[in-house]
């Protein structure tokens, strides 16, 4: 590994479905994407991740492939694949495609040949049992699924429709390496690896995340394409703890790049399976250690990816910020993540503070993951009401962060022209639309736009390879941390509460403000504040 781009990096993921629809069906398309590609850039962002764009029956959106060589034809076909990538090189922008590789859609060739004929080569290329156990899916349920044709029972960690692949065998990991190759080939510069933590499962001794022998599939697989692409990146998904994930990603075991961890992202979820629906505040200084332990864990062992959103999980201003303060909130979150050590994911239309919605009742959600739930929490079990149900899934479902991207003051606010959207437009996001932001210096859109030129700017080197400290003031309202290389410091310091609060500082020069006020020696912050520092040792 020669060049590590990614470092230098800003990844902005894209969840197709609900980007940018350009032919008026409802569902965004690639076509759609092409068209933003200039928002994008002007962003200054130069990689994209794009959510699974491949043949699928979107029981989980398109995380449940069918076939891994095609495009889903709600998204367009192989030609406009082609014309995105060719777009996207003009403007010097990256693309990583997302790889699911722990399963394969129930309606893929493979699964179908394995269950017609229990002798097939395919057979084993999935998890067949003639016995059950209790496991459970995540998404509720069980996570064992008879096939009365063969008399066996198929394993799936995730939806019915999505059986977990057998890695064990040597011919699925060769799938894999020629999926990746097919799709290096077609230029695209690197995968997000789905659930990769799973990939090393041993169900009869109840393995299931982290199995060891994971380690020597990926860098199995990993040095087979790398003798034709050393530089191509890779993140997975995991939920690692520091000690965990440098199994993965450390310089010198040359296993996948990054692995994301979703410690700090879900600090606010309560324990339990369904912790996510009913989150909590908890205070800054668990905040404060939880950013610390990561990026003191990390910094020059390995890269870090950051993020609080992504396509799993709800908008970050409502579950860590403040709803009387959301534009605030969403600067003082951007810059706390984008002036850490890592390469920082924008999630579609974090960089707008995008907030969640209310759902007024159960069929305006469409995800897989909810309706299971719901099948076992409500219509089996009978422990909550529809009501109460709602109530959760409005905190906690995965929806939130999967509605129309706002464009615009338009019809469906400029996610298409037509009459109608897989999901609802909410009418939270009328205030909030791209167009305007684009205008408006102060927006959350603009603060983001100068945070990025932070890092491609003076200020690279120092919050790409700098250290990590925590600064301390007297106030707990205060998160501040220090970014120190060489003779160069940078200080950040945010007001990350609904409170004004005096500070005093020493060094007043400001690089970066989200408020533009004139600062001094005593100074007071007002509710989420972020103010950037920098001086000469
Ligand atoms: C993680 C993905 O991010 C999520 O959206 C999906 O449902 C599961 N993996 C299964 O692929
Ligand atoms: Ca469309």
């Not at 029972?153 to 990991?173: C, I, K, P, S, T």
């Not at 994971?214 to 860098?219: D, E, N, P, V």
């Not at 697989?221 to 520091?242: A, H, I, L």
């Not at 860590?320 to 999630?347: C, D, M, Q, V």
């Amino acid at each position: 590994m020669n060049n590590e781009w990614w470092k230098e990096a800003v990844v902005y993921q894209i969840y197709p479905k609900s980007f940018c629809d350009s032919n008026n069906d409802g569902i965004g398309d690639l076509e759609g994407i092409i068209s933003k590609l200039d928002y994008i850039k002007n962003l200054g962002i130069d990689t994209i991740w794009l959510s699974p764009i491949y043949e699928s029956p979107m029981e989980d959106n398109g995380y449940d492939i069918s076939n891994y060589y095609e495009i889903s034809s709600l998204y367009g076909d192989m030609n406009v694949f082609d014309r995105l990538i060719k777009e996207a090189k003009k403007r010097n922008i990256k693309i990583l495609l997302d790889l699911v590789a722990n399963h394969t859609s129930t309606k893929h060739k493979w699964f179908l040949e394995a269950i017609k004929d229990k002798n097939s080569k395919y057979h084993d290329y999935y998890f067949f049992s003639k016995t059950k156990d209790e496991k459970k899916s995540s998404f509720g349920g069980e996570a064992w699924e008879y096939v009365p044709s063969l008399d066996e029972y198929y394993y799936h960690y995730f939806g019915v429709g999505q059986a977990d692949l057998n890695w064990q065998n040597e011919n699925v990991r060769k799938e894999i390496v020629n999926i990746m190759l097919f799709w290096l080939n077609k230029g695209v510069s690197g995968f997000r690896l789905d659930a990769i933590e799973l990939i090393g499962k041993d169900l009869k001794n109840n393995v299931i995340a982290n199995g060891e022998i994971l380690h020597s599939y990926l860098r199995e697989v990993m040095e087979e394409v790398r003798k034709s692409y050393p530089d191509f990146f890779t993140v997975g998904e995991g939920w690692p703890n520091v000690e965990i994930m440098l199994k993965y990603t450390a310089n010198e075991r040359k296993e996948i790049n990054e692995l994301f961890q979703f410690e700090v992202p879900t600090y606010t979820w309560k324990e339990g399976p369904l912790g996510k629906f009913s989150c909590v505040r908890r205070s800054n200084l668990e905040l404060k250690e939880a950013l610390n332990k990561w990026q003191q864990g990390i910094h020059n062992k390995s890269y870090l990816p950051l993020f609080w959103e992504n396509h799993d999980l709800t908008r970050s201003v409502n579950r860590f910020g403040s709803l009387i303060y959301p534009e605030s909130s969403a600067k003082a979150l951007a810059a706390i993540l984008f002036l850490e050590e890592g390469t920082p994911f924008i999630y579609q239309g974090e960089e707008l503070g995008l907030v969640n919605t209310v759902f007024e009742n159960l069929d305006e959600i469409k995800d897989i993951e909810a309706k299971m739930l719901y099948k076992e929490y409500v219509e089996e079990k009978k422990l909550y009401t529809d009501l109460e149900f709602l109530k959760m899934l409005n905190v906690g479902c995965r929806d939130q962060g999967r509605l129309p991207m706002p464009w615009n003051s338009s019809l469906n606010l400029g996610f298409n022209e037509g009459f109608k959207t897989w999901i609802k437009v909410p009418n939270e996001y009328e205030k909030m639309v791209a167009s305007s932001q684009i205008l408006d210096d102060n927006s959350v859109y603009s603060f983001y736009k100068k945070l990025i030129s932070l890092r491609k700017g003076k200020f690279k080197e120092i919050l790409i390879n700098g250290s990590f400290k925590l600064l301390d003031f007297s106030s707990t309202n205060i998160i501040a941390y220090q970014r120190l290389l060489n003779d160069k410091k940078l200080d950040v310091i945010v007001n990350f509460s609904d409170e004004e609060t005096k500070i005093e500082l020493k060094n007043l020069n400001i690089i970066l403000g989200s408020h533009n006020k004139k600062i001094n020696k005593e100074y007071t912050l007002s509710p989420y504040e972020v103010i950037v520092l920098s001086s000469e040792v």
